[in-house]
């Protein structure tokens, strides 16, 4: 007996001890990580696995896992665990695990360095987001950051979608997607630059597919690229049918997506009969529909301000139209609803339209009914001019909506449900930047220079900031911007133009300082004052995107330099002319008498270039930095 229990204690020390070394038993050290995945990169996703397990038309669970490393300072911002959630869905089961450089664990995380706040916005009144955060503050590179977490659905409109790649400069060693459905429920998905078909197979009547990658290098962030959820792998999975908030619908097409909107949307143009009979009078003495339209917008640019509103259902429904008329605000949603309540109620019938909104924001994909949109506007069919109405926005004018909204396929939400249409593509000569400058080169003359500016279209959007900003900001602003060496304001004023195509004038006064340079008797000076191109693309050894130039532009400068009255012209640049696929730059400068005229036009053409074109890209963005560079010199009498 004496014996077995010697045994059992030698079985248990041995069991013990092995137990000690597998735990000391190293995970992701850095050495493992081939050398063509450092290559350019930050970070290294060493494993990725989500299985998102479909349960029903309105309930789901995602169980997530991902190991990731960094290598340098510049991916410490990646091991950063960052997830949202609301009412619908919610995270659990969070854990995290550091190691270091050998692959040893580090200090454990604690519940306490799980942050939990709310995501409440600024400019939002109802609104149940919140965020998971962790931030490891692990600063000794390179380092590995485990996590693991689960999200547990209640209500489906979107399904998550697999991002390969995280980040620019992050290579991928290994990655795996899972999606797990009832035979009974149908689901679709698309591969976007994804050349791999799933791993199928049926368990437990669950149909069950699994994508995987390995050894993804690294990719480099590319100038005048498309949008990276365009040209980057991911794939996107929808549901045929879904149910969110009680509200259940279809997205086989597009036409049964909108139909779902549109039960959001039933009986909220409720607005108030008092209101009515005032909006009726507002407007009777304009002349047609066009000046109805423009005055009613107006009413609601000057009576109504935008806040975010993302409680429940309230992300995808409308607050009605008699609390917006009587709270004075509501988000793009219920702003939108309640000017096509306001229409209605003058007769102008108008369509409430969902889009995906942002500058550069993705192009939704046409081929994939599902839910790709982030905003709301408004469109107004007004016999061969469709007038297009952003409702959030208190400085455009009627009928235009800018670089938030433009070019790009939204969906209309009528009776009949949803149909794709395209907005305004504004052209080149919409597009528009306009200078004149007058310089005095005297050294002796105070507020040597005035500049004009015209900002018109595109250049608008880009420069309203100024009517957005204080005094004090605003002059901080114009420094920022005015490309030139050394010089004081004087004086600024702004004024806005709200035609159907905006415009937006600044006049400056300047005070150049030094703006020649000497050279014996003579002076130089660069006849371009404040529009250069300087920034080059830079050159790259392979490229994933073809090139895109989302927006037609034109710059057009018209600078008249006085020279001193003991200087006469000397030595002036000849007339260049550089031309392109991708646009048209010139420029001339020419004298009479002791003025001289320099005059300068730069032309952007929108379009997407096939990407072995990019050498001739940067050749023209070179040839233009030349000639902005050039010198004028003057000689002294």
């Known amino acids: 007996m004496k014996k077995l229990t010697k045994v059992i204690g030698i079985l248990l020390l041995c069991f013990l001890f092995a137990k000690q070394l597998q735990a000391r038993e190293p995970k992701y050290p850095v050495s493992d990580i081939p050398e063509d995945l450092k290559n350019n990169a930050k970070c290294v996703i060493r494993s990725y696995e989500d299985i998102f397990e479909i349960k029903s038309i309105d309930h789901a669970t995602e169980k997530i896992k991902i190991a990731i490393t960094v290598l340098n300072k510049n991916g410490i911002q ?106 009974g429920l149908t689901f679709r998905y698309w591969p976007q630059n994804l050349n791999i078909k799933p791993d199928s197979s049926n368990i437990d009547d669950n149909n069950v597919y699994v994508w995987q990658v390995s050894n993804l290098p690294a990719i480099n962030i590319e100038p005048f690229s498309l949008p990276v959820e365009e040209y980057l792998p991911a794939l996107f999975i929808a549901p045929d049918n879904f149910k969110i908030g009680g509200y259940s619908g279809n997205a086989d097409t597009w036409q049964t997506y909108g139909k779902w909107d549109q039960t959001l949307n039933k009986d909220q143009n409720n607005l108030p009969e008092e209101t009515k009979v005032k909006l009726k009078e507002f407007v009777k003495d304009e002349p047609d529909d066009f000046h109805k339209i423009e005055k009613i917008y107006r009413f609601l640019q000057d009576n109504t301000r935008y806040v975010s509103i993302q409680k429940g259902i309230g992300d995808w429904k409308p607050i009605d139209a008699e609390t917006v008329d009587r709270l004075k605000y509501g988000d793009c949603k219920a702003l939108s609803n309640y000017m096509k309540s306001m229409l209605e109620a003058i007769g102008i019938r108008s369509i409430f339209t969902l889009a995906s909104a942002e500058k550069d924001e ?31 926005n208190q400085f455009d004018p009627a009928g235009y ?7 790009r396929d939204v969906l209309l939400v009528d009776e009949d449900g949803g149909h794709l249409v395209h907005t305004p593509v504004y052209t080149m000569n919409d597009n528009v930047q306009t200078q004149t400058a007058l310089v005095n080169l005297d050294p002796s ?8 500016n015209t900002y018109k279209g595109t250049f608008y959007d880009k420069m309203l900031i100024i009517a957005l900003s204080d005094e004090k900001d605003r002059k901080e602003f114009l420094y920022k911007t005015i490309d030139i060496p050394s010089f004081d304001i004087a004086s600024f004023s702004y004024d806005i133009t709200k035609n159907r195509l905006p415009t937006l004038k600044v006049n400056i006064n300047l005070d150049i300082i030094n703006y020649t340079t000497l050279v014996g008797t003579n002076m130089l000076f660069n006849p371009n004052l404040m529009n250069h191109v300087v920034e080059i693309p830079k050159k790259t050894e392979t490229r994933m995107s073809d090139i895109f130039i989302r927006r037609s532009e034109m710059q057009i400068d018209s600078i008249r330099y006085i020279l001193p009255s003991n200087y006469k012209p000397g030595s002036i640049p000849a007339k260049k002319v550089i031309s392109s696929k991708f646009g048209e730059y010139k420029n001339e400068v020419t004298s009479k008498g002791n003025e001289i005229l320099y005059i300068r036009k730069l032309i952007m053409n929108k379009g997407l270039f096939p990407k072995n074109l990019y050498p001739e890209l940067i050749d023209f963005f070179e040839k233009i930095s030349t000639a902005d560079a050039a010198r004028i010199s003057i000689k002294k009498i």
């Open 401 to 407: 909506i800018g670089t938030f909204t433009d070019d």
């Open 362 to 392: 993705a192009r939704i994909n046409k081929n994939f009914p599902s839910n790709q949109f982030n905003h709301a506007l408004l469109c107004v069919p007004n016999n061969s001019d469709t007038i297009w109405l952003e409702c959030t």
């Open 78 to 183: 990646n091991s950063i665990f960052t997830q949202y959630y609301d009412k619908f869905h919610r995270i659990s089961k969070i854990d995290a695990t550091i190691y270091d450089a050998s692959g040893f664990k580090g200090k454990p995380l604690r519940n306490e360095d799980i942050l939990d706040y709310s995501a409440i916005s600024n400019f939002s009144v109802y609104e149940d987001n919140r965020v998971k955060y962790i931030d490891p503050k692990e600063k000794e590179v390179p380092f590995t950051i485990v996590y693991s977490y689960q999200v547990v659905y209640n209500g489906l409109l979107s399904y998550p979608r697999w991002e390969i790649f995280p980040d620019f400069n992050v290579s991928v060693e290994n990655s795996k997607f899972c999606v797990k459905c009832p035979s």
């Open 445 to 452: 003359v105070l507020n040597n220079t005035t500049v004009s």
